[in-house]
């Protein structure tokens, strides 16, 4: 096994880089048609404590929407992409709904839960670009 110091030095193929481009189009396009607010990604990738190149995060306004947007999410990646999340998480408690394709991690949230965790405050060296319509 390798030791986690040599993931950094990894070069990634252009297939992969293709591949999870076309995820995190089909994903921002899926918030959108749900009308997800304040939707912003997060470009991870020159940060070496990352678990995932990119965060996309948004706000849903109730539960029912919340749910909305993570179901457009797994349906149009799945459709367009032939790709499951790796893991998804909260669906349950419905404040957070987090969502896992490995390079792209998906944040659904409530604004206050978002207010509460600040995730753009904790990955402040990231860039930060707005997709709202």
């Known amino acids: 096994m390798e030791p986690l110091s040599a993931l950094k030095d990894r070069k990634k193929s252009p297939t992969q880089i293709t591949r999870s481009a076309k995820i995190f189009k ?9 009308k997800g607010e304040n939707i ?4 991870l990738r020159k940060l070496h404590e990352a678990s995932a190149d990119f965060f ?14 993570a179901d457009n999410i ?16 909260g669906k349950t408690a419905s404040q957070w709904l987090l969502i896992d394709y490995i390079n792209v991690v998906v944040h659904v949230m409530h604004p206050e839960s978002r207010t509460f965790y600040k995730l753009e405050e904790m990955w ?3 860039d930060i670009k707005n997709h709202d319509l």
């Not at 912003?40 to 470009?43: I, T």
């Not at 797994?74 to 998480?89: A, G, R």
């Open 26 to 34: 089909t994903i921002i396009k899926a918030i959108q048609d749900k």
């Open 40 to 43: 912003v990604s997060l470009d």
């Open 56 to 69: 996309v995060i948004c706000e849903a306004n109730n539960t029912t929407q919340l749910k909305a947007i």
């Open 74 to 89: 797994d349906f149009e990646v799945k459709s367009q992409c032939d790709e499951l999340p790796y893991k998804s998480e």
């Open 124 to 126: 402040s060296d990231a």
